[in-house]
């Protein structure tokens, strides 16, 4: 079966700009996470979703954001970006219950100059 | 935070066994030890998890203590294909608290 898939996978924006990010699940599981992983902070929570609502939220200012559809494909925007933005942001899903694991698609590589 | 304690790096020869440890010494009843690896620039990939149980699948063995405060995750037959970031990381598995906070891991070396 197809794996979580994270578009795009490499993005250069400036400072100030937003960015939209997206993660499609895999068919079945309802609940995606986000997290972002830079060298010095690791991997780091931003937020979690099942069906639709947002369950968990890390902590990050509230230029983060995201949402998940009907479908359970969710996205993430960053708005007014900071060059500290600059990270791999991974996207996870997982099914909605039980002691399952998480799959994690590759990541969206942002540069932000 | 993360509710686990791993060493920075090891070294293990290849075709050798890894033996990867983790201290959760704040572990709750109801949460499970999962393990996951990294390697350069991909998403985490899952390895296995457990309860109380040793567990072992075609990837990994995992040995939990009897008093589950620490685990040990063994790879039989490291290759040079199992340098990675190591994560363990203990988490509830429910749908209302869904969420992995992650340490900083173990960097595992294979040397040839």
């Known amino acids: 079966k197809a794996g979580v898939t994270q578009t795009p996978r490499y993005l250069i924006k400036t400072r100030g700009q937003q960015v939209t990010l997206s993660c499609s699940p895999i068919s079945g599981h309802r609940s995606v996470s986000w997290y972002q992983q830079t060298p010095g902070q690791g991997l780091q929570f931003l937020f979690e979703?099942?069906?639709?609502?947002?369950?968990n939220k890390g902590n990050f200012p509230g230029r983060f954001s995201g949402r998940q559809f009907s479908n359970s494909r969710s996205e993430m925007n960053v708005s007014t970006l900071e060059l500290g933005d600059s990270a791999l942001y991974l996207c996870?899903?997982?099914?909605?219950?039980?002691?399952?694991?998480?799959?994690f698609g590759s990541g969206t590589r942002l540069t932000v100059v | 935070d993360a509710k686990t304690t791993q060493p920075t790096s090891m070294d293990c020869a290849e075709g050798r066994a890894a033996n990867l440890p983790c201290n959760h010494s704040?572990?709750?009843?109801?949460?499970?030890v999962y393990w996951y690896r990294q390697i350069h620039s991909q998403g985490p990939q899952y390895i296995i998890h457990g309860l109380k149980n040793n567990e072992t699948n075609e990837m990994a063995s995992l040995i939990i203590t009897e008093d589950r405060k620490s685990s040990t995750l063994i790879l039989p037959h490291a290759t040079l294909r199992d340098t990675a970031v190591y994560y363990c990381i203990v988490r509830v598995a429910s749908n209302r608290d869904d969420k992995i906070i992650f340490g900083k891991g173990t960097r595992l070396h294979i040397l040839p």
């Open positions: 704040t572990i709750s009843g109801n949460e499970y």
């Open positions: 979703y099942f069906s639709e609502t947002q369950r």
């Open positions: 996870a899903s997982s099914q909605p219950t039980g002691a399952y694991g998480y799959t």
